[in-house]
């Protein structure tokens, strides 16, 4: 039931784009993205609810595609403040919130 | 608002030992939550509760027990600490109903069972 993220790690340049991506065996009924800091708490990126959904946050954008239960999140000019741990969380029936393993992003100068 | 609010936020437990990890929102917030976080491993789910008197397993309850009393405390429960519930464990609330709301976090408790 836990969602499967990928890549695990990724290493990027300042300026350059990424791609993370979270994948599920069961129907969806919504996908929260969220991001940790080293030592701190996670925090809330944004919610997709819809098949075919798009929602954007500055430079980060992800999409929702309901029949494939997937959905990913992208990155965009990456910034230093962009480094951290995503983590996507996946909703099967409007209560609990499974997340995954998460993915390690770490921006160089 | 001070939104989440957990204490301690550090504890070191010999093997055996309970204790409770306090949570508490004031946000009104209907659904609350307790995760643990491993390196390397996500946040599980141990217990949740959509409303106070109401609570439910999570992905990993063993060796846990909770209560909603109130709307606004979500108490976590170890009973005969062992060395693998050494972890990080954040309280999380929202505001629940539908459409989805997005989890607000706590600062997190960090525990040592030794």
């Known amino acids: 039931q836990q969602p499967v993220q990928s890549p695990q790690a990724v290493i990027l340049r300042e300026g350059e784009d990424a791609v993370i991506n979270c994948s599920s065996s069961?129907?969806?009924?919504?996908v929260h993205w969220y991001r940790q800091k080293h030592g701190e708490a996670p925090v809330f990126l944004m919610i997709?609810?819809?098949?075919?959904e798009q929602k954007g946050h500055d430079k980060i954008s992800a999409s929702f595609n309901e029949k494939k239960q997937q959905s990913s999140l992208y990155l965009t000019a990456s910034q230093l403040s962009y480094s951290g741990t995503y983590f996507c969380?996946?909703?099967?029936?409007?209560?609990?919130?499974?997340f995954g393993k998460g993915t390690r992003l770490h921006i160089l100068p | 608002n001070a939104g989440v609010t957990q204490t301690p936020k550090f504890r070191i437990l010999k093997i055996g030992q309970s204790m409770t990890l306090q949570c508490t929102q004031d946000?009104?917030?209907?659904?609350m939550y307790w995760y643990r976080q491993d390196p390397g491993m996500g946040l599980k789910l141990i217990y949740y509760?959509?409303?106070?008197?109401?609570?439910d397993k999570g992905e990993v309850p063993n060796g846990y027990n909770v209560s909603r009393s109130t709307t606004e405390d979500f108490p976590l429960r170890l009973e005969l600490a062992a060395p693998s519930q050494t972890s990080v464990y954040f309280c999380?609330?929202?505001?629940?109903?539908?459409?989805?709301?997005?989890?607000?976090f706590g600062n997190g408790t960090r525990l040592t069972v030794t």
């Open positions: 999380a609330s929202s505001r629940g109903q539908a459409p989805t709301s997005p989890l607000h």
């Open positions: 069961k129907a969806l009924y919504s």
């Open positions: 997709l609810l819809k098949g075919g």
């Open positions: 969380g996946t909703e099967y029936n409007g209560d609990k919130i499974i």
């Open positions: 946000m009104n917030h209907n659904y």
């Open positions: 509760s959509v409303g106070a008197g109401i609570t």
